[in-house]
């Protein structure tokens, strides 16, 4: 895959006999989407059987991968192998992987799509609303009002005329979005340009809106959606403690009805396209969730080359 990491290169050189790296094989087992205290584990096992046939300080990576996927294969089946191998094999093609996270505010997209980037070792990872953040230092309110409101907000930024409408909030969060998607395509563009990965998550990732597919690149994309309300309303407590204030929960809070609305059309626009929905009420099994989903875009894109 383009622009990986250096530090996340094979376990070992193809062709050189060198240590065993735990480490290393522990982040190649997490980019298949095992969780890092499961990846560690299996990779002590990987050891312990190099140990056994005296191999620990010298072997070559195909055969530390033949010992990991034995291990995998016993230990959580062959469908794990499989993943191991997409994942080895999707570093080592020089094609760039996007991914598109969306879903509305609240909904945990950052946090789970940074980890998903840092096991699949893609270094560049934006959000919509920085792109939209960036475009209000460009354009007036008077000249573009939308993408000067927060997406549960940007009704407001509609004509007086179209404020009262029953459709006003879904209306003023679209028109928004595809101001901020002009943004987004223009970053996409450069990533595909340089050849570089990417991953985008935001609330402007709405399916039908960007692009399924990307000449020259593999692309997957998902919603992330929390479904339990009691739990979605906790996640704003956990952003304002993080973020020391500068995201205040009583705002959300009292925002949270139209977030939900939002979050609903998201969630039918997703079902509506064929893009998968992932409830994030546990967030390992969400970054697991959306690794898989890259890796068989890849499978499906080696298939069809």
């Not at 890092?36 to 990987?46: G, I």
């Not at 995201?247 to 609305?261: F, H, Q, S």
């Given at each position: 895959m383009s622009d990986r990491r250096p530090s996340e290169s094979p376990v070992v050189s193809?062709?050189?006999?060198?240590?065993?790296?735990?480490?290393?094989?522990?982040?190649?087992?997490?980019?298949?989407?095992?969780?890092?205290?499961?990846?560690?584990?299996?990779?002590?096992?990987?050891?312990?059987?190099?140990?056994?046939?005296?191999?620990?300080?010298?072997?070559?990576?195909?055969h530390v991968y033949d010992v990991a996927a034995d291990v995998l294969a016993e230990h959580e089946g062959e469908e794990a192998v499989r993943r191991l191998r997409r994942f080895r094999a999707l570093q080592e093609v020089d094609v760039p992987l996007i991914v598109f996270v969306g879903g509305a505010t609240g909904t945990g997209k950052s946090t789970v799509t940074t980890e998903v980037a840092h096991r699949l070792g893609i270094t560049r990872v934006t959000s919509t609303d920085f792109v939209r953040q960036t475009m209000r230092a460009v354009f007036s309110e008077a000249f573009m009002p939308s993408i000067h409101f927060s997406s549960f907000e940007a009704g407001e930024a509609l004509r007086p005329a179209e404020r009262d409408a029953d459709d006003a909030l879904v209306r003023g969060f679209l028109e928004q979005t595809r101001n901020v998607l002009v943004g987004v395509r223009a970053i996409v563009e450069r990533a595909l340009t340089e050849s570089h990965s990417m991953a985008l998550e935001g609330v402007h990732v709405v399916p039908g809106l960007v692009p399924a597919e990307l000449e020259g690149a593999i692309v997957t994309q998902c919603v992330i959606a929390i479904e339990d309300e009691d739990e979605h309303a906790r996640h704003f407590y956990v952003r304002d403690a993080d973020s020391?204030?500068?995201?205040?929960?009583?705002?959300?809070?009292?925002?949270?009805?139209?977030?939900?609305?939002?979050?609903?059309?998201?969630?039918?626009?997703?079902?509506?396209e064929g893009v998968p929905v992932i409830d994030n009420g546990d967030r390992e099994h969400a970054v697991d969730a959306i690794i898989r989903l890259a890796l068989d875009a890849f499978e499906r894109a080696r298939v069809a080359a």
């Open positions: 193809p062709d050189v006999r060198l240590p065993y790296s735990k480490g290393l094989m522990a982040k190649a087992l997490m980019g298949t989407g095992l969780s890092p205290e499961r990846s560690y584990e299996l990779a002590r096992l990987v050891e312990a059987e190099l140990v056994r046939t005296r191999e620990e300080s010298s072997a070559t990576q195909e020391d204030g500068l995201r205040p929960v009583d705002k959300y809070l009292r925002a949270l009805p139209e977030i939900r609305r939002i979050q609903s059309y998201v969630v039918e626009r997703a079902r509506d």
